[in-house]
Nanobody, 124 residues
């Protein structure tokens, strides 16, 4: 069983920055792609970013391109989401997930494990 624990959320003003971290347990972490999703109140969970197992491939939803960067450190079983120029529309609970496959993907049904989430609130 894989456990994922997110951290790094908080309250920040518009234009500010945060870095989210997600630490995974187990020896299989490096074998699978990882992703970040977010869910705002009253809305469905949406894809934010994904990184391949090796870290060489990434993909982003259009609204965060140029502002968010996903990366991973397999030696530390950790995936990161660096967020800059935050906007109030980025306010949500952010979840990391472990995909069932090596390569990147945005479909949440392809993710086998999820963390509990970390709240990001951006004030205007």
């Amino acid at each position: 069983q894989v456990q994922l624990v997110e951290s790094g959320g908080g309250l920040v003003q518009a234009g500010g920055s945060l870095r989210l971290s997600c630490v995974g347990t187990g020896s299989t972490f490096r074998r699978y792609a990882m992703g970040w999703f977010r869910q705002a109140p009253g809305k469905a969970r949406e894809f934010v970013a994904t990184v391949s197992a090796s870290g060489g491939g990434t993909a982003y939803t259009d609204s965060v391109k140029g502002r968010f960067t996903i990366s991973r450190d397999n030696a530390k079983n950790t995936v990161y989401l660096q967020m800059i120029d935050l906007k109030p529309t980025d306010t949500a609970v952010y979840y990391c997930g472990q995909r069932k496959y090596i390569f990147t993907g945005a479909d949440p049904s392809d993710y086998a494990y999820w963390g509990q989430g970390t709240q990001v609130t951006v004030s205007s």
